[in-house]
């Protein structure tokens, strides 16, 4: 796996960044406080608990495969691959192993957006409908009961969605395959995927519907990351991939993150699910990664190697450099990776709030804000994770990130926790 440099920036993050408004058009609102690095490591015979625990989970048939991979100060200290890609070919996990990213490609849309912001062509307080017109008409679903009876009465917005509310998922719009509301049934049954549609027409099919609630009242996890996609394209004026490889993939060297597999001698490559332990259904949209098709869904679309994730990582930990490139600025990254939904908003978690009771949530990025009793998960940790069972999380105090790649949906939240803390338990002060 290509190794990169670090850009001499854990010497710098020890400093507190600069309460600054972007001149691109980010707000004033203070940036969280970039915790000192400090003076850990890692014991490679503590590690092999790590290995155990993933052989284990392999051997008693829990999950096909995994790779592990962790970097601190910029150079790989545990890099392990365990099990097979595909249980009918026995074809074992290599590097070079394609997993299906699903929302682990909203980090990378998210910052994509980002780099637009810098470039003075998009703000955060601007108006979705500023970019997409059909979104100025959109309205509220509000539940009515009447007994046993429920209807739903469309209210117009207080305040439009802006593009700050598409990062942070605060927009009202939701996905359909999760919860039993009004608004939630009138997605799953609006035919939003039908045919090979592209990214415009998906997002003028979503402005028809209702939002779950008005914007800045909820985090509401959904589509949100697919309409800033569409923005992407109508603010740069090409398509969504063509922006990011230009912009932040081909730079990067992340040439093997894509929305389909082209081709077809690269299928063998593709890491598979267990027979039971799969989707029986395409979810969020997303069919065969083999297939071609014009849709680029920046929230759940993209397939990629744990190489090129591993990359776009360590960028975001040097803050936003990597090899002497800048991708975005420290005062940007620290913006993303802060919590912008905490108390001061009033934005409201319900029992669907995924980043879990010790975190708040950034501009593409669920960041630890509380330390769970009893562990060493440190605050200002950030992370996202993918339904197939990808998952990775960037640390700045201890100088490190975790990316782990499997493609398991129901064993993925176990492993992730329970990986989490035996990491956190074997570094060493």
């Known amino acids: 796996m290509k190794r990169w440099r670090t850009d001499g920036f854990a010497g710098r993050i020890g400093a507190a960044l600069a309460l600054v408004a972007l001149a691109s058009g980010l707000s004033a609102a203070a940036l969280a406080e970039q915790p000192a690095v400090i003076s850990s490591s890692f014991s490679p015979a503590k590690l092999e608990r790590v290995s155990d625990y993933m052989r284990n989970e392999v051997a008693t048939g829990k999950i096909p495969g995994a790779i592990v991979l962790i970097e601190q100060h910029g150079h790989p200290v545990y890099d392990e691959k365990f099990g097979e890609r595909d249980v009918e070919t026995r074809q074992p996990i290599t590097d070079d192993t394609i997993f299906r990213l699903y929302s682990m490609s909203k980090p990378i849309t998210?910052?994509?957006?980002?780099?637009?912001?810098?470039?003075g062509k998009l703000r955060l307080d601007d108006a979705l409908s500023k970019y997409i017109p059909a979104f100025a008409e959109v309205k509220v679903g509000v539940e009515k009961r009447d007994g046993g009876k429920v209807t739903l009465a469309l209210q117009p917005l207080q305040r439009p969605i802006t593009i700050e509310d598409l990062l942070r998922h605060t927009s009202g719009i939701t996905y359909g395959f999760y919860g039993e509301s009004a608004v939630r049934k009138l997605y799953a049954n609006a035919g939003l995927f039908e045919g090979d549609f592209d990214n415009a027409q998906f997002t003028a099919r979503l402005a028809k519907l209702p939002l779950q609630e008005p914007p800045e009242?909820?985090?509401?996890?959904?589509?949100?990351?697919?309409?800033?996609?569409?923005?992407?394209e109508v603010v740069s004026g090409q398509s969504l991939f063509a922006f990011e490889k230009q912009r932040l993939l081909d730079p990067l060297g992340m040439g093997e993150t894509v929305f389909y597999i082209e081709d077809q001698a690269k299928r063998a490559r593709?890491?598979?699910?267990?027979p039971d332990d799969r989707f029986t259904s395409p979810l969020a949209g997303i069919r065969d990664p083999m297939q071609k098709r014009r849709w680029q869904s920046g929230g759940a679309g993209m397939l990629g190697t744990i190489g090129d994730y591993a990359r776009f990582a360590q960028m975001l930990l040097n803050g936003g450099t990597l090899n002497g490139r800048r991708y975005l600025k420290p005062e940007t990254v620290a913006l993303m990776t802060s919590d912008r939904i905490g108390p001061q908003t009033k934005i409201a978690r319900d029992d669907f709030y995924f980043p879990g009771a010790d975190g708040g949530f950034g501009l593409g990025f669920a960041v630890r804000t509380m330390q769970p009793s009893g562990t060493r998960l440190p605050i200002g940790e950030y992370r996202w994770d993918g339904v197939a069972g990808t998952f990775f999380f960037i640390d700045p105090k201890d100088d490190l990130f975790v990316i782990c790649?499997?493609?398991?949906?129901?064993?993925?939240?176990?492993?992730?926790?329970?990986?989490?803390?035996?990491?956190?338990?074997?570094l060493e002060p």
């Open 270 to 274: 593709l890491a598979q699910f267990l």
């Open 405 to 426: 790649m499997m493609q398991t949906p129901s064993q993925r939240g176990r492993i992730q926790t329970a990986l989490k803390t035996l990491i956190y338990d074997v």
């Open 217 to 232: 009242t909820l985090w509401d996890y959904g589509h949100s990351t697919d309409i800033l996609g569409r923005v992407i």
């Open 110 to 119: 998210s910052v994509a957006a980002m780099m637009l912001v810098e470039d």
